[in-house]
Nanobody, 119 residues
Framework: QVQLVESGGGLVQTGGSLRLSCTSSGTIFKIETMGWYRRVPGKQRELVATADSTGTTNYADSVKGRFTISRDNAKNTVSLQMNSLKPDDTAVYYC?????????????WGKGTLVTVSS
């Protein structure tokens, strides 16, 4: 069973920075994408950033230019460097991994780490 564990969340002031990390364990056949999503209470979980095995990245418009995702394919880890944080970035951040074992795909989620940005 694949497990994802996030770390690095916490409380930061507006304009500050945090770095989230996610480690994976268990047997993984092939990873299609790894990334980060976030959820604010009462709202849907939303994509923050993803990276595929070729290094292609995808960001939500709201974080472009402020957040940077990096992935280590050898270690099956993913990180999110968050700069110029705003109160609107306050959320629980979830690590996500999509495994592909053709023709099936399977998604795994971490338990989340809370990021709080104070104004």
């Amino acid at each position: 069973q694949v497990q994802l564990v996030e770390s690095g969340g916490g409380l930061v002031q507006t304009g500050g920075s945090l770095r989230l990390s996610c480690t994976s364990s268990g047997t993984i056949f092939k990873i299609e994408t790894m990334g980060w999503y976030r959820r604010v209470p009462g709202k849907q979980r939303e994509l923050v950033a993803t990276a595929d095995s070729t290094g292609t990245t995808n960001y939500a418009d709201s974080v472009k230019g402020r957040f940077t995702i990096s992935r280590d394919n050898a270690k099956n880890t993913v990180s999110l460097q968050m700069n110029s944080l705003k109160p609107d970035d306050t959320a629980v951040y979830y690590c996500h991994l999509r495994e592909v074992k053709w023709p099936d795909t399977r998604a795994y989620w971490g338990k989340g780490t809370l990021v709080t940005v104070s104004s």
